[in-house]
């Protein structure tokens, strides 16, 4: 089994940024990537930015040029920071480790953009 602990969403005004982060324990292999997805209200669930078990990074067109991902393989821990934020991307935040055999999700985290 494997817990996803995030910490970091809440309320942030247009252009402003906000840090989540992370953090994962329990049965975490070597081959596990770690990302992050969101939810909006109404909306499917979409990938935001991941980081592969050999650090490559996926970030969603809409992430490219605000959102930067890092992963911190001895403390497994990933973190995304989130810059000039629009009210577009208020959503609840999920972190997400998998590997091809299992997958684990967060309990999510609210970030809100005022407008």
């Known amino acids: 089994q494997v817990q996803l602990v995030e910490s970091g969403g809440g309320l942030v005004q247009t252009g402003g940024s906000l840090r989540l982060s992370c953090t994962a324990s329990g049965s975490i292999f070597s081959s596990d990537a770690m990302g992050w997805f969101r939810q909006a209200p109404g909306k499917q669930r979409e990938l935001v930015a991941i980081?592969?078990?050999?650090?490559?990074?996926q970030l969603a067109d809409f992430a490219k040029g605000r959102f930067t991902i890092s992963r911190e393989y001895d403390k497994n821990t990933v973190t995304l920071q989130m810059n000039n934020l629009s009210p577009e991307d208020t959503a609840v935040y999920y972190c997400?480790?998998?590997?091809?055999?299992?997958?684990?999700w967060g309990q999510g985290t609210q970030v809100t953009v005022s407008s």
């Open positions: 997400h480790l998998a590997d091809t055999t299992r997958s684990y």
């Open positions: 980081v592969s078990h050999i650090g490559r990074t």
